[in-house]
């Protein structure tokens, strides 16, 4: 017999006896193990098909068509069997399982067939939203009627019905927030009289050198008013601060593919994976990409990002829990021109200036490059039944590999000197340690909910700057009756000036050690009371020069308290609450050289906050807050002359005050709204611009959405969204002189969505509106009217 004909007889004998031995071992582990069965339906008797079962080993499964659900391959013992739909409670039961034995769990839940159908087609962003649950807002687990602090939850189902792409765009459903941007890219708003830049990350420090894309938020949180108390001083503005949650894994393998398209050759792709690893074991992973390319609506400039964000947690057991997650974020494009104006222009708004909206005088040979990137590591130890340990490490980090700002300062109403700011490499980073200690527990009959923590950051930042072409010396004016004649800004004409230069590097570096703990404490069922207090030691090492070599005097260390007291009574149980709050809010101040070069250190800067108002939340029909505030702030530096010399001297004040209304609510089925309106008042009363406003801040913020989707019939999915926001007029200079116009805008969506696709339209700035954003110091031009449409596929 040929040996091949041997060895393939061989060869299927053993597969045979292997495949026997399989089917034996497999009978045997069948005949020892269980299996757990049950069906899942609405309260109408309908089916909850999408609903996730999960059990207490870590295995889930979907809900079939059918209302189904099986799991096979149980162990004997018992079991927690729990069920949940997004936006509805969960359900659990126990049950036992014996060797060989089978176990029905049926499960009805909370809703009834149309709330089901409604949520698959346009989710539950206003539900989730009015519900306002935050671990991060009070770094404790309580409820919105429970906290006496204002804040403003933005979730990703109406991020993605209003088609945002970016974090500043999610601000215009903010109460009494006017959105912008640093001259960077990096996002902003101004609050309450004051700017807010920084940002926290899933309730850490970052460091951006970019703006944010929505690719990768769950929700966006606004806190308002001074919050140094909880979140520190070196990121917290008096207007209030800004945290993004990122997208976390789920137990269930699923995701999002979309294709997006636009104005002046937008186009968009992103990618949303969540791939459990061992979802059994509780080792869950998830992955959002984004790629994003846009010319400007200007005769010159473009943008390209990319954004990469994993994400990577794992339930050890039932105590601990570890999580990791990322995102590097690169841009690379034309930075937009800033415009402001110089004293003595006798000008009181850019309608009156000789200024072609679309013509931006920049060029595209000036490409910047910036990156952000941020890394979070958490772990989670249950220490009892009434404590939990949560450990954090963040770093946070940026950079530019040269970065261009034009800046356009007019000297005449036809007239205007090209200043380039040239940063021709930066790296920047902040590191940030947290631990927390999170109770639940009574003292007699009261209970308290408190968190204990510990606050580490430090940061440095190393950084090379020139200016280039102040008052013509360097670029030639531009003639803005003679634009043919005006030369053109290369970067080869940059490069040439930058080496006659020797420019160092400044390098700051700063650290601060803090401790807080914050207690919430029930006097009755209905009336509470929270107290917290801070502690911070700043130590600032100043800034040095690797060309100098010189380290300057402006070495400091301060040290602050800030404390907070809030009280809360609900006037009917868990619908209408009255609260009311003291906040102490404080701003670390370096020191300054003064013209005779003596030095001067400062006091931090001290935001005083009075505030009241009510809550009110009526299940997921309606959902309202209404607040007033009062906010005076001390210590700010102005400049002062003496013998003929600015002096910077300490001792300004400052008041700022208004009220915030914002509404929420779902009237009827499939037709949801968002509403807001804030009103601010602010002067300066003494220092500097005495009975002034502060630049940049509006007077009044409205804004609404509202959307409607057939929840039934044939068009099952297809809906309409309409919004407007409306701000009013701001000033664009400290004197209160030039004004930079109210703008109104209208957006409006059509979408067709169901539970495996979705397809969107949206116009932006349909009305095509001319309008100016300040951040603060310079003013841009904003984009006139504008188309997306997108197309994505959910798996």
Not at 31 to 52: E, F, H, M, P, R
Not at 481 to 491: E, F, H, K, Q, S
Request: glycine share 8%.
């Amino acid at each position: 017999m040929d040996v091949s004909l041997k060895r393939s007889k061989l060869f299927f004998m053993l597969c045979c006896l292997l495949t026997f031995l399989s089917i034996g071992t497999a009978q045997s582990q069948n005949a020892n193990s269980g299996l757990i069965q049950g069906k899942v339906t609405t309260i109408d008797g309908g089916i909850a098909a999408y609903s996730t079962v999960k059990l207490s080993n870590g295995r889930s499964v979907r809900v079939d068509k059918e209302g189904h659900y099986v799991f096979t391959d149980l162990k004997p013992g018992k079991y927690v069997i729990t069920v949940s739909f997004v936006g509805l409670p969960e359900q659990s039961k126990t049950l036992s399982v014996g060797a060989g034995e089978s176990a029905v769990a049926d499960f009805v839940l909370s809703a009834d067939g149309e709330t089901l159908d409604e949520i698959l087609i346009i989710g539950q962003k206003y539900a989730i939203t009015s519900k306002k649950e935050s671990e991060y807002v009070a770094r404790l687990p309580i409820k919105n009627l429970d906290n006496p602090q204002v804040y403003s939850v933005v979730d990703k189902e109406l991020i993605k019905e209003q088609m945002a792409l970016t974090l500043e765009e999610s601000f215009r459903n903010v109460p009494g927030a006017a959105p912008s941007k640093t001259g960077a890219g990096m996002p902003s708003f101004f609050s309450r009289g004051f700017q807010t830049s920084e940002n926290f990350r899933n309730g850490m420090a970052t460091y951006l050198r970019t703006g944010i894309d929505l690719a990768q938020v769950e929700r966006v949180e606004t806190i308002k008013g001074p919050t140094s108390t909880l979140f520190g001083a070196q990121m917290t503005s008096f207007g209030g601060i800004v945290n993004y949650i990122t997208k976390k894994p789920y137990e269930t393998f699923g995701g999002e593919l979309s294709y997006g398209m636009g104005s002046w050759d937008m186009n968009r792709l992103t990618a949303d994976i969540n791939a459990p690893i061992v979802a059994e074991e509780g080792l869950l992973f998830r992955l959002n990409l984004a790629r994003q390319k846009e010319n400007t609506f200007q005769d010159q400039g473009n943008n390209a990002t990319v954004l990469v964000a994993p994400s990577i947690s794992y339930q050890v057991n039932d105590r601990l829990k570890l999580s990791l997650d990322a995102d590097f974020y690169a841009v690379r494009g034309i930075t937009p021109a800033g415009w402001t104006i110089a004293g003595g222009l006798g000008k009181t708004s850019f309608d009156q200036l000789h200024l072609d909206y679309r013509q931006s005088l920049n060029d595209n040979s000036l490409v910047s490059r910036q990156s952000s990137s941020n890394v979070l590591f958490q772990a989670d130890y249950k220490l009892s039944d009434k404590w939990l340990s949560q450990t954090k490490y963040a770093w946070g980090g940026g950079g530019y590999d040269d970065l261009y700002i034009f800046d356009m300062i007019w000297k005449t109403d036809s007239l205007v000197d090209r200043t380039l700011r040239v940063f021709t490499d930066e790296e920047s980073a902040r590191k940030n340690f947290q631990q927390n200690f999170i109770g639940d527990f009574k003292i007699g009959q009261f209970r308290n909910r408190m968190v204990i923590g510990l606050d580490y950051m430090s940061n440095y930042r190393k950084t090379r700057y020139d200016g280039l072409g102040y008052g013509g010396t360097v670029f030639a004016p531009a003639q803005l009756y003679n634009l043919p004649g005006t030369p053109v800004i290369r970067i080869e004409n940059v490069h040439a000036e930058l080496a006659k230069r020797n420019t160092g590097q400044n390098i700051t570096k700063e650290a601060s050690y803090s401790a807080y703990v914050s207690d919430v404490f029930n006097v009755t069922d209905r009336l509470s009371a929270m107290a917290s207090l801070r502690f911070d030691r700043i130590i600032n090492e100043g800034l040095s020069n690797t060309l100098t070599r010189v380290h300057r005097k402006d070495r400091y260390n301060q040290t602050a308290l800030s404390p907070k007291f809030g009280l809360v009574y609900e006037i009917l149980k868990e619908r209408v609450s009255l609260f009311a709050n003291y906040m102490n809010g404080f701003k670390n101040v370096p020191g300054r050289e003064q013209p005779d070069k003596t030095y001067s250190f400062f006091k931090p800067q001290r935001a005083n906050q009075l505030e009241g108002g009510v809550k009110v939340e009526l299940s997921d029909l309606f959902n309202a807050t209404l607040s007033y505030y009062n906010i005076d702030v001390t210590n700010s530096l102005y400049t002062e002359m003496r013998d003929k010399m600015n002096y910077t001297v300490q001792g300004g004040t400052q008041n700022s005050k208004g009220f915030e209304v914002e509404l929420i609510g779902k009237p009827f089925t499939g037709f949801n709204y968002v509403a807001s309106y804030g009103y601010n008042d602010n002067e300066f009363i003494s220092g500097a611009n005495v009975g002034k406003r502060a630049v940049g801040t509006p007077a009044h913020v409205l804004n609404i959405w509202a959307s409607y989707a057939l929840t039934g019939g044939r068009a099952k999915g297809l809906g309409l969204g309409v919004g407007n926001s409306y701000i009013s007029e701001a000033y664009l200079d400290a004197a209160n002189t030039f004004t930079l116009g109210a703008y109104n805008l209208l957006d409006a969506t059509v979408f067709y969505n169901r539970p495996k696709y979705s397809v969107r339209l949206k116009a932006n700035n349909v009305l095509d509106k001319k309008y100016w954003v300040s951040d603060g110091y310079y003013a841009r031009p904003q984009k006139p009217f504008n188309f997306m449409a997108s197309v994505a596929y959910k798996f």
